[in-house]
């Protein structure tokens, strides 16, 4: 399974837009790029997925460059209440992903 | 509400116990997860499942077992054997056909003394 490398964390002030990139040097042909984010004390929580270009939803936007051996997250003007940790993921049509530290984001007033 | 149930959200056992933590989803979904996280670190896969009577051990099952005898639940049972079992236990629900958005219940503490 492809390993994923980011930042520890990243400090970032309220209505700042943040962008977490992400390496993944061996990514597969079938993997899709997964960025969760979990707040202390619950389960992750799906933000965004993508395969290759841009995906935008409500939430965020998701940067693939043609290589794939890398990502970015994107969060437009966040907030205290964004303040959290985000993991980049990596996986197949096997269901198994693999959980790094992720990047701890914390956003000051 | 449709969603992934953990019971209890704390839990506290004595060295020693077998212990069994809880997770029900009513998403319909065919495959299950279980995951440790210890404070600072990332989640850790423990079992995973993804169809009835049927799972695979993820890295670090030693010291745990699981049973998946219907679609909406798969308990986690930490025995005696686990060497370092106080942790946060994360279970994950996601549908069968890739790629996979895993959805996750609130958690578990367990402390083990």
């Known amino acids: 399974l492809a390993k994923t490398t980011q930042p520890i964390s990243m400090d970032s002030y309220e209505g700042q837009e943040v962008n977490i990139t992400c390496s993944h040097n061996?990514?597969?042909?079938?993997?899709?790029i997964t960025w969760y984010q979990q707040f202390p004390s619950q389960g992750p929580r799906f933000i965004i997925q993508?395969?290759?270009t841009k995906v935008t939803n409500e939430v965020a936007s998701l940067f693939i460059p043609a290589d794939r051996k890398s990502s970015t997250l994107s969060l437009p003007r966040v907030s205290l209440s964004d303040t959290a940790v985000y993991y980049c993921?990596?996986?197949?049509?096997?269901?198994?992903?693999?959980f790094g530290q992720g990047t701890t984001l914390q956003v000051k007033p | 509400d449709g969603g992934i149930t953990q019971s209890p959200k704390y839990l506290f056992r004595k060295e020693g116990q077998n212990v069994t933590l809880s997770c029900e989803q009513n998403?319909?979904?065919?495959?299950m997860y279980w995951y440790r996280q210890d404070p600072g670190q990332g989640l850790r896969l423990i079992y995973y499942?993804?169809?009835?009577?049927?799972?695979q051990k993820g890295d670090i099952a030693e010291g745990y077992s699981v049973s998946r005898e219907k679609k909406e639940s798969f308990p986690l049972t930490v025995t005696s054997a686990q060497k370092n079992p106080t942790a946060f236990y994360l279970c994950?629900?996601?549908?069968?056909?890739?790629?996979?958005?895993?959805?996750f219940g609130p958690g578990t503490r367990l402390t083990v003394t």
């Open positions: 993508g395969y290759k």
């Open positions: 993921l990596v996986g197949d049509n096997t269901g198994k992903l693999i």
């Open positions: 998403l319909n979904h065919d495959a």
């Open positions: 061996n990514i597969a042909t079938n993997d899709y």
């Open positions: 994950a629900s996601s549908t069968s056909a890739g790629p996979y958005e895993q959805y």
């Open positions: 499942s993804q169809i009835v009577n049927d799972f």
